[in-house]
């Protein structure tokens, strides 16, 4: 039974569709970004380009919480655990795995320890999120290893996938990407001369040694 889809921000507000999509879309560039580097003919292997894209993602989503406009809503939690990262949307912590929605694996169904600093901090607080519910990005990839789509998953307090939420990836537009092109050269009208004879150009030799004399 396929899980039911949802819009994530009926339930979390802080869920907007243009913020999912944001970091959606950087999860996505890192891992390309990743791919790029992977070299298996020098030794790489998946375990390899799975920590790259883990660490880069984490560090990129960091950089981003740094930009004034973005850190208004987007914020890290503070782990106790060095290989262990969630973040923030508003009060709602997430954490991003690569695989199946339908399926996330074991070590994400519970919260981490910063997540739970987290919602005690928020507990107190009116947007509060659900108690009971945990929020995780799912990471699909394709044959060439690139993020094919980014899932929003919800997971009840028994552990199942009770809803998800397919989040597009930003437009060329959006991220303020422009095309330059180069400016047209005018070139002024090429004057056509008429072509002098070897006839017209021996005579005018002729006398001009004649008048020399």
Not at 14 to 34: G, Y
Request: proline share 7%; aromatic share 10%.
């Amino acid at each position: 039974m396929a899980t039911p889809e949802f819009e994530p921000w009926l339930k979390y507000p802080a869920l907007t569709a243009d913020r999912l999509a944001r970091i959606a879309t950087l999860i996505r560039n890192v891992r390309k970004e990743c791919v790029d580097l992977y070299e298996p003919q020098n030794g790489d292997g998946p375990w390899s380009l799975g920590c790259r894209v883990y660490e880069r993602t984490f560090f990129a989503i960091k950089e981003a919480a740094k930009d004034k406009a973005v850190g208004t809503w987007l914020g890290i939690n503070k782990e106790c655990h060095a290989l262990q990262f969630s973040f923030n949307i508003g009060p709602v912590s997430l954490r991003f795995f690569r695989g199946d929605p339908e399926d996330p694996p074991s070590r994400y169904l519970a919260r981490s320890d910063g997540e739970s600093l987290h919602l005690q901090y928020c507990i107190h607080f009116d947007d509060r999120p659900a108690v009971d519910s945990m929020l995780r990005l799912a990471v699909e990839v394709d044959s060439a290893r690139e993020a094919a789509a980014v899932f929003l998953i919800e997971i009840d307090e028994y552990k199942e996938v009770i809803g998800q939420y397919r989040i597009p990836f930003e437009s060329a537009t959006n991220l303020n990407i422009r095309t330059f092109q180069t400016p047209p050269i005018n070139i002024a009208p090429v004057k056509a001369e008429p072509i002098k004879t070897e006839t017209e150009a021996s005579q005018r030799e002729m006398k001009s040694n004649a008048g020399s004399k």
